[in-house]
């Protein structure tokens, strides 16, 4: 019983850890056409309008944005978000750190409640600090206005053979 209460955990994990991720794309493509229209306040109707979003889903990513300090909210019947600061004050790390709190690729390491039973004994922590470090810094130094800018074309690129190809005529 144990086990299937581990693989039940788990998987309500990622299936919450999707939620969020999805969640944090769409709060992406909400600040990109909030910043595109900076002298505007957005409601949450209009964005949907304008991005695809379903309403609730937009009215729930611009609340926990808002919350988070991304965006600045005015009420009453003009009322709707607009950036808290300008798009090149904006990073990626503060955006995700908003939808989903802190970042790191493991809880032993994150600002998390929760302790991890073999934290004492665990001989990677310190590795996984390095690694959620380099993290922290390459979504830090990306801002919403770096993510505005139109991506460069891609150079074509030789098809590389299957490694599997030669097991299949065999």
Not at 50 to 56: E, H, K, S
Not at 106 to 118: G, Q
């Amino acid at each position: 019983t144990v086990w299937v209460l581990c693989r039940v955990r788990r998987r309500l994990s990622d299936i919450d850890r999707l939620i969020r991720g999805k969640l944090r794309d769409y709060a992406v493509v909400l600040l990109r056409q909030i910043a595109a229209e900076p002298g505007l306040v957005h409601t949450a109707p209009r964005l949907s309008d304008r991005t695809g979003l379903p309403d609730p889903t937009v009215a729930k990513v611009l609340k926990i944005l808002a919350r988070g300090g991304i965006l600045r909210s005015q009420r009453g019947a003009a009322g709707g978000y607009g950036l808290a600061r300008a798009a090149d004050q904006i990073t990626v790390a503060a955006i995700i750190t908003a939808m989903e709190g802190p970042i790191a690729l493991t809880e032993c390491v994150s600002d998390s409640l929760s302790a991890c039973s073999v934290e004492a004994l665990c001989p990677m922590r310190g590795g996984w600090e390095k690694v959620n470090l380099a993290l922290r810094t390459a979504l830090d130094s990306v801002t919403l206005a770096d993510m505005m800018q139109p991506m460069p074309a891609l150079e074509p690129r030789a098809a590389v053979p299957s490694p599997y190809a030669a097991v299949a005529g065999d």
